[in-house]
């Protein structure tokens, strides 16, 4: 157990619709991550999170969006939904912003129909 | 722009087989180096974590090591339970902290 949580674990919805997912870091880290991983792409970093600021934005869709709140857990909103966006979801956390490892959390499964 | 290409796509072992799993990488200015490992539908365990070149660390039958342009994984004598996909990734020294993965190494132990 990595320490980080994800929820929920799996999500099927229709195209067109929005939703959030949920992710609670390690006690203590103030870095949350989120990437994506496909079949086809492998693990896709979408945006960072620093105690609450934006800090890096990847390859991150408009119709996506992401924050962090006061205690430190963080959402991923994607809206508009399409086929293309089935996939699975990460987060990962880390102490701070320099030479620390990331750990990740078990993900949760996005279904679009 | 920071990339890295593993090798080989797929390896099959027999129990006990050693082998080593390769990462070359391109980045400016790296940061550090990290393994994971991933199993079906599960979220990448971290492994390790290589700094500068020269670098090894341990961890039970894996060993990873690191050069200027590449890491590799050592495998030794490895049982089925290590079958996984073994995934490596790069943090460059400047800019955003994200990690840049490779496609992975999807590695199969037979008993």
């Known amino acids: 157990d990595s320490g980080v949580t994800q929820t929920p674990k799996h999500l099927i919805t229709a195209t067109g619709q929005r939703v959030t997912l949920r992710c609670s870091p390690r006690?203590?880290?103030?870095?949350v991550y989120w990437y994506q991983q496909s079949l086809d792409q492998g693990l896709q970093f979408l945006i960072q999170y620093y105690n609450g600021e934006e800090r890096a934005k990847g390859n991150i869709l408009e119709r996506f969006s992401a924050q962090q709140f006061p205690d430190l857990h963080s959402e991923l909103n994607l809206s508009s939904l399409e086929l293309g966006d089935s996939a699975l979801y990460f987060c990962?956390?880390?102490?701070?912003?320099?030479?620390?490892?990331?750990?990740f959390g078990q993900g949760t499964r996005l279904t679009v129909v | 722009e920071d990339q890295v290409t593993q090798s080989p796509e797929a390896l099959r072992l027999q129990e006990g087989e050693s082998s080593s799993l390769n990462c070359s990488y391109t980045v400016s200015g790296l940061r550090g180096l990290f393994w994971y490992r991933q199993d079906p539908g599960k979220g990448p365990e971290f492994l390790f974590t290589l700094y500068s070149a020269g670098e090894e660390k341990e961890k039970e039958r894996l060993k990873a090591t690191l050069t200027k342009k590449e890491s590799f994984l050592h495998i030794t004598a490895p049982k089925p339970e290590d079958s996984a996909t073994y995934l490596c990734?790069?943090?460059?020294?400047?800019?955003?902290?994200?990690?840049?993965f490779g496609q992975g190494t999807r590695l199969t132990i037979n008993p």
């Open positions: 006690s203590g880290d103030l870095s």
């Open positions: 990962a956390s880390s102490v701070g912003t320099g030479r620390t490892e990331a750990f």
């Open positions: 990734a790069v943090q460059a020294a400047q800019g955003a902290q994200k990690l840049v």
